[in-house]
């Protein structure tokens, strides 16, 4: 069995700073590609960034400059930094692993999230 696992949430002033991290454990034999998702009330989930087992970055026009993805292999745990940070930015942060377990599965797991408000 695998687990992800997002943590790092909070409420934030405008112009201020969040770090998230995504950890995943268990039946696993590496982590590929990982992505950042965000889902607003009433609104759709949108991609926000993801990073490769190389470390190749990718982000939504949005958060380019603000945002920087980063992962950690040995630990099995990817981050987000999110600086100056807007009140459109408010959302449940969920993150995607994939992950090739011990028997050659290659499946993608979601954790359940970690809200960010940005509010004064």
């Known amino acids: 069995q695998v687990q992800v696992v997002e943590s790092g949430g909070g409420l934030v002033q405008p112009g201020g700073s969040l770090k998230l991290s995504c950890a995943a454990s268990g039946y696993i034999y590496l982590v590929n590609t990982v992505g950042w998702y965000r889902q607003a009330p009433g609104e759709q989930r949108e991609w926000v960034a993801n990073i490769s087992r190389s470390g190749d970055t990718n982000y939504i026009d949005s958060v380019k400059g603000r945002f920087t993805i980063s992962r950690d292999n040995a630990r099995d745990t990817v981050f987000l930094q999110m600086n100056n940070l807007k009140p459109e930015d408010t959302a449940v942060y969920y993150c995607?692993?994939?992950?090739?377990?011990?028997?050659?599965?290659?499946?993608?797991?979601w954790g359940q999230g970690t809200q960010v408000t940005v509010s004064s």
């Open positions: 995607k692993a994939r992950i090739l377990d011990y028997s050659t599965t290659l499946s993608d797991w």
